[in-house]
C-alpha cells in the first residue's frame, strides 16, 4: 500500500467512526485498528487526531459543493432552482447517512475546546448560505431567501434522523413546489 492510500484509510476509517460515534468518543488507538495502520503512519501524515478531524471536514466540504454544482439547476428559474438544491441536499444525505450534519457536530463538540474545527464548522455553514445569495443574485431573486432555503435544508438533515427517508424527500419536494418566487 502506498502511504497515500494509507493516509486515505485513515481519513475514511475516522470519518466512519465520528459520523457514527461523535468526536470525542473515538480515539487514534480505535481509528487505528480499524484502518489496519501503525502509530507512526497516522502521525507521518497527521500531527493529531484534530489535524484529521480538519482534514476530513475540508474534504467533505468538497465533496459537497461539487455535489451541489452537478445537480443545480439554474437554468429554469427561481423554483427549479430552488427544488434542485433541496433534491441535491437530500441525495448528498441519503449517499452520505442519516446521522446529522457532522459540521454541526464538530462544532457542538468543539466550540471552546478548538476554534479551528468550530471556525471550520461555521464557515462552512456561512459558505453554504453564501453559495446561495450568488446564485439568487445570478436569477435576480431575494437574497434574504438564501437564509429561509438554508433552514430548509437544515431542516432535511434534521428530520431523515427521525423520520423515513421517503417521507422526508416527499415533504421535501412537495414544500420546493409550493415556495413561489416571483421572478
Same mark, same amino acid.
Given at each position: &500500500?502506498? #502511504? =497515500?492510500?494509507?493516509?486515505?484509510?485513515? +481519513?475514511?476509517?475516522?470519518? #466512519?467512526?465520528?459520523?457514527?460515534?461523535?468526536?470525542?468518543? +473515538?480515539?487514534? @488507538?480505535?481509528?487505528?485498528?480499524?484502518?489496519?495502520?501503525?502509530?507512526?503512519?497516522? *502521525? *507521518?501524515?497527521?500531527?493529531?487526531? %484534530?489535524?484529521? +478531524?480538519?482534514?476530513?471536514?475540508?474534504?467533505? %466540504? @468538497?465533496?459537497?459543493?461539487?455535489?451541489?454544482?452537478?445537480?443545480?439547476?439554474?437554468?429554469?428559474?427561481?423554483?427549479?432552482?430552488?427544488? =434542485?438544491?433541496?433534491?441535491?441536499?437530500?441525495?448528498?444525505? %441519503?449517499?452520505?447517512?442519516?446521522?446529522?450534519?457532522?459540521?454541526?457536530?464538530? #462544532?457542538?463538540? *468543539?466550540?471552546?475546546?478548538?476554534?479551528?474545527?468550530?471556525?471550520? =464548522?461555521?464557515?462552512?455553514?456561512? @459558505?453554504?448560505?453564501? @453559495? +446561495?445569495?450568488?446564485?439568487?443574485?445570478?436569477?435576480?431573486?431575494?437574497? =434574504?431567501?438564501?437564509?429561509?432555503?438554508?433552514?430548509?435544508?437544515?431542516?432535511?438533515?434534521? &428530520?431523515?434522523?427521525?423520520? %423515513?427517508?421517503?417521507?422526508?424527500?416527499?415533504?421535501?419536494?412537495?414544500?420546493?413546489?409550493?415556495?413561489?418566487?416571483?421572478?
Amino acid at each position: &500500500m502506498k #502511504k =497515500s492510500q494509507k493516509k486515505e484509510d485513515i +481519513i475514511n476509517t475516522a470519518e #466512519k467512526l465520528f459520523y457514527q460515534h461523535g468526536f470525542h468518543a +473515538i480515539g487514534v @488507538k480505535n481509528i487505528l485498528e480499524q484502518a489496519g495502520v501503525a502509530t507512526m503512519t497516522m *502521525y *507521518y501524515h497527521f500531527k493529531s487526531k %484534530e489535524d484529521v +478531524i480538519k482534514e476530513i471536514l475540508v474534504q467533505r %466540504e @468538497k465533496q459537497y459543493f461539487q455535489l451541489l454544482e452537478v445537480k443545480i439547476n439554474r437554468d429554469n428559474g427561481i423554483n427549479q432552482y430552488i427544488e =434542485s438544491l433541496i433534491k441535491a441536499h437530500l441525495d448528498w444525505i %441519503e449517499t452520505d447517512g442519516f446521522n446529522g450534519c457532522l459540521f454541526l457536530r464538530a #462544532k457542538q463538540e *468543539y466550540d471552546g475546546v478548538n476554534e479551528e474545527i468550530a471556525s471550520l =464548522s461555521k464557515k462552512h455553514k456561512k @459558505k453554504l448560505i453564501d @453559495k +446561495i445569495e450568488m446564485d439568487l443574485n445570478l436569477l435576480q431573486c431575494p437574497e =434574504s431567501l438564501s437564509v429561509q432555503i438554508s433552514i430548509i435544508l437544515e431542516g432535511l438533515t434534521s &428530520m431523515v434522523q427521525i423520520l %423515513e427517508l421517503d417521507k422526508v424527500k416527499d415533504n421535501a419536494i412537495d414544500l420546493a413546489k409550493s415556495i413561489q418566487v416571483t421572478e
